[in-house]
């Protein structure tokens, strides 16, 4: 049975192909799970352009005092906004620990600041951690004093054009940072258009060229968590990196960066060619099993064999 819903694809800025299948159409919000991640960077970079947020340096528990006095793991007061971006916080891969996977799903999401253990010191070691993307969201919400989806829609959705679907909110009423955001594939398209040239949309300056080039530089490298073996990602997707919260991977001859959510949601961006790739596919919502798993390897695999045939490109897209 396949799980793609869509898949688009995007050259010099032109719209090249743009397929739906079985439960996709042009006009589906989808679920695109934890590529909403790399929207909450892009939220974290804007936040620091307008000053709400004065520096990735800036301490965690800046930004949590009601936990201050509650802490027993005195390394978490290190912890950095660029620590969060780079999944090097040290908190664990939830899906190693079903009492933090149920946490994470239906429990309160600021209270495993202080429940979840650190497995490594702070700055150390990547491990992926929805935890610190929820995080992420949380901070900028509270350090611009507006909710996330508002500051979203005025200073990203927006001025991209593009219309958001339902996202949820935490038990506190935080939009959720790591997953839950759903747009069609087009519009997901206008956000890797906007990194892929530099950080502008249409002429106009949406995020910092200076934060797009930081957020996908590889901060780790080779990387074996998050159910990632050997740096690898099914047949195609080499040398797997991470930025703030962006990863990369090499494909054939080609470099890529690429935000990825479960079930196989992807935006692929392809600087040296001048392109895009969106995939939208079944989020397989709350499963995360080896059903799951074949599917999203499935669609990882087709981009990554388009990726891998094509001829190498010229001279590099300008940012």
């Known amino acids: ?15 090249i192909a743009d397929w739906y299948f079985d439960e996709g159409a042009v006009e589906q919000k989808a679920l695109l799970q934890s590529v909403t991640k790399s929207y909450t960077s892009a939220l974290v970079g804007i936040a620091l352009e307008h000053r709400c947020l004065s520096s990735v340096d800036q301490k965690m528990m800046e930004f949590f005092p009601e936990f201050a006095d509650q802490l027993a793991d005195p390394r978490k007061e290190q912890i950095t906004i660029r620590d969060l971006l780079q999944m090097r916080a040290g908190y664990p891969w939830e899906e190693t620990d079903p009492a933090y996977w149920e946490a994470i799903l239906y429990g309160d999401l600021l209270i495993p600041i202080v429940g979840f253990p650190l497995i490594s010191d702070p700055g150390t070691e990547f491990h992926y951690s929805n935890l610190t993307s929820h ?20 200073h990203l959705f927006s001025p991209l ?21 759903r747009f069609t594939a087009r519009d997901a398209a206008k956000f890797g258009l ?46 797997i990196g991470y930025g703030y919260q962006w990863w990369s991977a090499t494909a054939g001859d080609h470099h890529l960066d690429f935000a990825w959510g479960h ?3 992807l935006i692929v961006l392809l600087d040296e060619l001048d392109m895009i790739v969106v995939v939208t596919s079944d989020p397989f919502y709350q499963q995360h ?31």
């Open 1 to 15: 049975m396949s799980t793609l819903y869509g898949l688009l694809v995007i050259k010099n800025g032109q719209l």
């Open 263 to 265: 079930g196989g949601q």
């Open 161 to 181: 054009d593009a219309e958001v679907g339902d996202w949820i909110q935490d038990r506190n009423g935080y939009y959720v940072g790591m997953a839950e955001l």
């Open 194 to 239: 906007l990194y892929l040239d530099g950080g502008e949309y249409e002429g106009n300056r949406v995020v910092s060229a200076d934060w797009v080039r930081e957020s996908l530089e590889p901060y780790s490298e080779a990387i074996t968590s998050g159910g990632i073996v050997s740096g690898q990602v099914g047949r195609y997707f080499r040398d």
């Open 289 to 319: 099993d080896d059903e799951s798993w074949r599917h999203e390897r499935a669609n990882i695999n087709l981009v990554g064999k388009f990726i891998a045939s094509l001829p190498r490109g010229g001279s590099a897209h300008s940012r």
């Open 135 to 154: 995080l992420l969201g949380v901070i900028v919400s509270r350090a611009c004093d507006l909710d996330l989806k508002s500051y979203a829609e005025e």
